[in-house]
Each structure stands twice: as structure tokens, then as C-alpha cells.
């Protein structure tokens, strides 16, 4: 009898972590739109080896970056952009076409989405 109370109880507790392993932990990661996620991996892919740095760019002792790696994070920051209403007319009008502006008022969205996201969190809590 107490061999089937134990493999009964193991049963139990086996099924029950289980069931919580699935259970969405919400986070600022999981809780992020599309569009902020692409903007994170555009941001990473400047990590990437092919997307380093050249020597020629290192040699300008800037910390802007060069019209290559911009162009890679411009088109995750218009979506971004264009994710919370904005029109393309309306960033057009806004940055001019600029790449620094367009990125610079992307990551001004992310962080500020970044905050509520935050906020929600610990209001949850």
C-alpha cells in the first residue's frame, strides 16, 4: 500500500511540475511587439563578423556609425516607427530621410515601449 501511495504521489508531483514548465513567464522579452524584436536583432546583427567594423571605418575614430551598418538597422527602425501610427509621409516629413534620425527616433519608441512594458510588470506583481 505505501509503494502505491509514493509512486502515486511521484505521479503527481511529476505531472504537476510538468504543467508549470509550460506556464508563460511574462517578461520585458516575452512581452515585446514584433517589431521590437526585429529592431533587438538588427541591433545584434552588428555583432555579426560580416557586419563589424572595417579598418577603414575604425580609422575614422568616430563612435558613429558608417552609412553600411545604418542601413542595417533602417528598415527594422521604420518598422518600428511606422508600428505606432506614424505614416510614411510623416517620417519622411519628421527625419528627412536621415538614417541617424530614422534610428535615432526608433530607439526613442523602444525604449519608451521598453518602460511600459516595465511598468506593467510591476503593476502586475
Request: hydrophobic residues 35%.
Amino acid at each position: 500500500m505505501k509503494k502505491f501511495f509514493l509512486s502515486a504521489a511521484i505521479a503527481v508531483l511529476t505531472l504537476v511540475s510538468c504543467s508549470n514548465e509550460g506556464a508563460a513567464v511574462n517578461t520585458v522579452e516575452t512581452m515585446k511587439t514584433p517589431q521590437m524584436e526585429k529592431f533587438d536583432k538588427a541591433f545584434k546583427s552588428l555583432g555579426d563578423p560580416q557586419n563589424r567594423p572595417t579598418e577603414e571605418e575604425k580609422k575614422r575614430n568616430t563612435s558613429e556609425l558608417s552609412d553600411r551598418r545604418k542601413a542595417l538597422l533602417v528598415p527594422a527602425s521604420k518598422e518600428l516607427i511606422l508600428s505606432i501610427g506614424v505614416t510614411e509621409n510623416e517620417l519622411t516629413r519628421k527625419t528627412g530621410g536621415d538614417m541617424s534620425q530614422i534610428i535615432v527616433w526608433a530607439t526613442q519608441i523602444y525604449m519608451q515601449k521598453s518602460d511600459e512594458i516595465r511598468r506593467n510588470l510591476k503593476s502586475e506583481k
